[in-house]
């Protein structure tokens, strides 16, 4: 099966390999790149004491060019959404780690469950507001650091053409809204993607789900869990 994968090129280095695993062809067209700000996520651990928060791998990939700077922060519990992204966090050496398995506002109950508050945030833009909200709405105190940025990548009509040209992708992998809605505001993806409605949408979400246009909900099939290994087992 040829598979479509819509993540940033880093992320999408493991989803390659398990996707190579499984027999399938891959295809990459990365719709967003990082840009990290060291400097805003080392200031914000320096004035905090409290638990961390991330709801993305790439804030704590922001956080592995802090080197010597991070190590009096490793011993704060760190909480993230998906068990990949802690798992990333143990081997920066986070020793208190805890994942939720669903959403921002799941993160958001776990970090209450644990007694929590003062917690520090730190994210990226554009975000849902899922977590933050969720905070909010349990009277959770935290603050925000944004040390990263997601730089939309719009791609040619070449490199669009080249992965549609024959009978195109046979599924598509979605793993947050924003790529979703990136992916259709291109007019050559959507003009593709409807004019090749064999192809199957597979979404890590509900949310995810929602971005995809009405032409082509009856191709969408969504994760029956919101982390990779369920999204995979759909194809």
Same mark, same amino acid.
């Given at each position: 099966?040829?598979?479509?994968?819509?993540?940033?090129?880093?992320?999408?280095? &493991?989803?390659?390999?398990?996707? &190579?695993?499984?027999?399938?062809?891959?295809?990459?067209?990365?719709?967003?790149?990082?840009?990290?700000?060291?400097?805003?996520?080392?200031? @914000? +651990? @320096?004035?905090?004491?409290?638990?961390?928060?991330?709801?993305?791998?790439?804030?704590?990939? !922001?956080?592995?060019?802090?080197?010597?700077? +991070?190590?009096?922060?490793?011993?704060?519990?760190?909480?993230? %959404?998906? /068990?990949?992204?802690? /798992?990333?966090?143990?081997s920066l050496g986070f020793r208190?780690?805890?994942?939720?398995?669903?959403?921002?506002?799941?993160?958001?109950?776990?970090?209450?469950?644990?007694?929590?508050?003062?917690?520090?945030?730190?994210?990226?833009?554009? &975000?849902?507001?899922?977590?933050? *909200?969720?905070?909010? /709405?349990?009277?959770?105190?935290? *603050? !925000?650091?944004?040390c990263y940025r997601m730089q939309?990548? %719009?791609?040619g009509p070449a490199e669009v053409?080249?992965?549609?040209?024959?009978?195109?992708?046979?599924?598509?992998?979605?793993?947050?809204?924003?790529?979703? /809605?990136?992916?259709?505001?291109?007019?050559?993806?959507?003009? @593709?993607?409807?004019?090749?409605?064999?192809?199957?949408?597979?979404?890590?979400?509900? @949310?995810?789900?929602?971005?995809?246009?009405?032409?082509?909900?009856?191709?969408?099939?969504?994760?029956?869990?919101?982390?990779?290994?369920?999204?995979?087992?759909?194809?």
């Amino acid at each position: 099966m040829r598979v479509l994968v819509t993540r940033p090129a880093h992320s999408a280095t &493991r989803t390659a390999q398990r996707l &190579r695993d499984l027999g399938h062809e891959l295809l990459l067209l990365p719709l967003r790149q990082p840009l990290h700000d060291s400097d805003a996520a080392a200031d @914000a +651990l @320096a004035i905090t004491s409290g638990a961390i928060a991330v709801t993305s791998a790439e804030a704590i990939r !922001v956080l592995s060019a802090l080197g010597e700077q +991070l190590h009096p922060h490793l011993a704060r519990p760190l909480f993230a %959404v998906g /068990e990949t992204t802690a /798992e990333e966090a143990r081997s920066l050496g986070f020793r208190s780690v805890a994942s939720s398995q669903g959403n921002g506002r799941d993160l958001a109950d776990l970090v209450a469950a644990r007694g929590m508050d003062g917690l520090l945030y730190l994210a990226g833009w554009p &975000r849902a507001e899922t977590f933050e *909200s969720g905070l909010r /709405e349990l009277g959770i105190r935290f *603050s !925000v650091a944004e040390c990263y940025r997601m730089q939309l990548i %719009v791609p040619g009509p070449a490199e669009v053409g080249a992965i549609f040209s024959r009978s195109g992708p046979d599924a598509i992998l979605f793993y947050s809204r924003q790529t979703a /809605e990136d992916f259709f505001r291109v007019p050559e993806l959507r003009s @593709a993607a409807l004019e090749h409605r064999g192809i199957r949408l597979l979404c890590l979400s509900e @949310a995810v789900a929602q971005a995809i246009p009405k032409a082509l909900k009856k191709t969408v099939t969504i994760s029956p869990m919101t982390d990779e290994k369920s999204l995979l087992s759909l194809l």
